[in-house]
């Protein structure tokens, strides 16, 4: 096991530890979320609010959708090598309603993936630098 620290690959896009949860922010208005956070203005067609507040969203949600990944995506994204397909889901998180796509935790592919199955967040290794070992947040098969 390597002595490097954690860091997420993408600062403020999810907390770390046991129970990741997605940052996202909420429109102080109309109460819509967001992923990720948006801090311009409210993209709700009934509001016209430019006030929002940071927010833990829902760790679980219910599967929507999901497809299968078979090409490597292009950079920033940091692909393994060699590249092998992924699946990614949309998933409505419970407290929110609203969907966020990605990818699914390693290990499970399409075949094991069934609308409205119950997802939960977690963490996993993207890559390794000099210095930290860089965690991505993943949908992961409540069951699995």
């Known amino acids: 096991m ?3 620290a954690l860091a997420p690959a993408i600062e403020g896009w999810h907390t770390m530890g046991d129970q990741p949860r997605l940052i996202g ?7 819509t979320y967001f992923f990720p956070k948006q801090n311009d203005y409210c993209k709700n067609p ?3 609010s430019s006030e929002f507040e940071e927010v833990e969203l829902s760790r679980s949600g219910e599967l929507w959708s999901y ?3 078979s090409y490597k995506p292009p950079a920033p994204f940091v692909a393994a090598d060699p590249f092998e397909p992924f699946a990614i889901a949309a998933v409505q998180l419970e407290k929110e309603q609203m969907t966020v796509l990605g990818q699914v935790a390693g290990g499970i592919g399409v ?8 997802m ?3 963490l996993e290794t993207l890559h390794e630098t000099d210095d930290e070992i860089k965690v991505t947040w993943k949908w992961k098969p409540v069951t699995a």
């Open 46 to 48: 009934d509001c016209d």
């Open 67 to 69: 497809t299968n990944a």
């Open 2 to 4: 390597s002595n490097k």
């Open 120 to 122: 939960e967040l977690v």
């Open 111 to 118: 075949e094991q993936l069934k609308i409205g199955m119950p």
């Open 25 to 31: 922010t909420r429109c102080c208005d109309c109460g």
